[in-house]
């Protein structure tokens, strides 16, 4: 049985030879894990693993919409 600490150990030594981040579909090709012995088990996401492990965390995040945008979008629909 796999433990959380030989996961993050893992997770480090294939973050450090790969720049100091490892994506979830490389860290499970490299060591043949299952999704399901990380995720739902001992971390929610992918990130908190990767963040727990010390590594860089990738956020991907879409700017804002004004609120007076999403509104005047909204009454163009309702208009039509």
């Known amino acids: 049985?796999?433990?959380k600490e030989q996961?993050?150990?893992?997770i480090r030594r294939?973050?450090?030879q790969r720049g100091g981040h490892i994506s979830l579909d490389a860290f499970l090709?490299?060591?043949?894990m299952k999704k399901d012995q990380l995720l739902g088990k001992f971390w929610a996401k992918w990130?908190?693993?990767?963040?727990?492990a010390g590594l860089r965390t990738v956020e991907f995040s879409r700017p804002r919409t004004?609120?007076?945008?999403?509104i005047e979008a909204f009454a163009q629909l309702i208009e039509t």
């Open 47 to 52: 990130n908190d693993a990767i963040a727990e």
């Open 7 to 10: 996961i993050l150990s893992d």
């Open 14 to 16: 294939l973050g450090k």
């Open 66 to 70: 004004e609120e007076e945008t999403v």
């Open 1 to 3: 049985m796999i433990t």
């Open 29 to 32: 090709a490299a060591t043949g």
